[in-house]
Nanobody
Framework: VQLVESGGGLVQAGGSLTLSCVTSGFIVEDYGVAWFRQAPGKEREGVSFIHTGDSITQYAQSVMDRFTISKDISRETVYLQMSSLKSEDTAVYYC???????????????????WGRGTQVTVSS
C-alpha cells in the first residue's frame, strides 16, 4: 500500500497550487481519502476529505471556499486544489486513507489506516 503526495512548493500569498495523492495497493473507491497538514510547532489538522466512492466531501472551516478536493479514479489519484493561499497555509501536507470511509469524525486521524510521507507547501507573504 502506498500514498505518494506531490505538487508542493513555494508560492506567493494569493497564489495557487494543486497537490496530488497517488494511491496504490488498495481499492481506492472503497476508501475515504483526506488531506491533513502540519505547520511548524502545531498539531496536524484535517484539511479536506472525499469518499472516492460517492464523492461526499468535507472541508475545514479555514479552507472553505479556497480549497477543492477531487478524485480521478482511473488514475487512483486524489487532488487538492488550493487557491488564495495565505501564509498560514504553510505546512507539510499529508494524504491519508481510511476504511470504512464513513463513521466518526472525518478528521479523526486515528481512523486512518494509511498515510503518505507528505509534501511541503510554503506560502510567502
Amino acid at each position: 500500500v502506498q500514498l505518494v503526495e506531490s505538487g508542493g512548493g513555494l508560492v506567493q500569498a494569493g497564489g495557487s497550487l494543486t497537490l496530488s495523492c497517488v494511491t496504490s495497493g488498495f481499492i481506492v473507491e472503497d476508501y475515504g481519502v483526506a488531506w491533513f497538514r502540519q505547520a511548524p510547532g502545531k498539531e496536524r489538522e484535517g484539511v479536506s476529505f472525499i469518499h472516492t466512492g460517492d464523492s461526499i466531501t468535507q472541508y475545514a472551516q479555514s479552507v472553505m471556499d479556497r480549497f477543492t478536493i477531487s478524485k480521478d479514479i482511473s488514475r487512483e489519484t486524489v487532488y487538492l486544489q488550493m487557491s488564495s493561499l495565505k501564509s498560514e497555509d504553510t505546512a507539510v501536507y499529508y494524504c491519508a486513507a481510511r476504511f470504512p470511509p464513513h463513521g466518526g469524525a472525518w478528521d479523526d486521524q486515528k481512523l486512518y489506516n494509511y498515510w503518505g510521507r507528505g509534501t511541503q507547501v510554503t506560502v510567502s507573504s
